[in-house]
């Protein structure tokens, strides 16, 4: 896996000079401005529901009732602390379901963005098909939804895991590793689905290369910070990922 994880970081800095040698800062801005729009608009609203939702599991559980009988302050300490683990997971479950409205909606320019690498590094001038970027796209979006099923389990015990004191405060490490690990699978199932691997065949393939997925949903993470060039840098050094591996290890 760490060699995996190592190429997946190395297509990233590729990625950035890839970007500028062939001028394509504008597939950089478009889904970049749409995602960090989307981004602030959900933050803004996830603010206003996470309270709410602690205040009420918190008034369910009568945590705070029980913290004033025993007049504890390690106990006070250790709900206080469970509280803010809680807000963590609850952000990272909602980031989770925004990814996937960003990945269904972004599908067809990820889809373009991805086979116009494809066939710049193939020297290939002839423009991307409609067809096919449609084709990609409504994969894309079954992957997505296939992988929101599988992290929504997950993500729901984990949950209920970080209300335990002590063990539930590695839950926000574990979901963040989670959400790397699905938003890395849907960028490079768009190079896999163009060189004829069948939807279980993806699976399959990413499920042995977990840490191509791992650090390209990592890495996408950190370009927050620049949350415009995120999604674009991703879809790129996903492909410029997979036509590395693709020779070297059979689908």
Known sequence: ????????????????RFIIQHKLWKWVLIPGLIYAALFVTGMYFFG??????IEYI???????????????NILSFLFTT???ILWLTLLLFYFSFFKYICLIIGSPIFAYISRKTESIIHSNEVAPGWSDIKKEAGRSITIALRNCGW??????????????????????LIALLMEAYYYGF?????????????????IHFIGRHKGLALANGILFYMMH???????????????????????????
């Open 1 to 16: 896996m760490l060699k995996e994880i190592v190429i997946s970081i190395q297509s990233w800095g590729e990625a950035h």
């Open 48 to 53: 206003k529901s996470a309270t709410v939702v």
């Open 58 to 72: 918190t008034h369910f559980l009568h945590l705070g009732d029980w913290s004033q009988k025993l007049h504890s």
């Open 82 to 84: 469970s509280g803010v």
């Open 151 to 172: 992290q929504t389990v997950y993500l729901v015990t984990l949950i209920l895991l970080s209300l335990i004191p002590l063990i539930g405060w590695i839950t926000p």
């Open 186 to 202: 849907s960028m490079l199932d768009y190079s896999l689905a163009r060189n004829n691997n069948s939807k279980s065949q993806s």
């Open 225 to 251: 910070l620049l949350i415009v060039f995120a999604p674009a840098y991703a879809i790129i050094s996903a492909t410029l990922t997979i036509n590395k591996v693709k020779v070297k290890t059979p689908a």
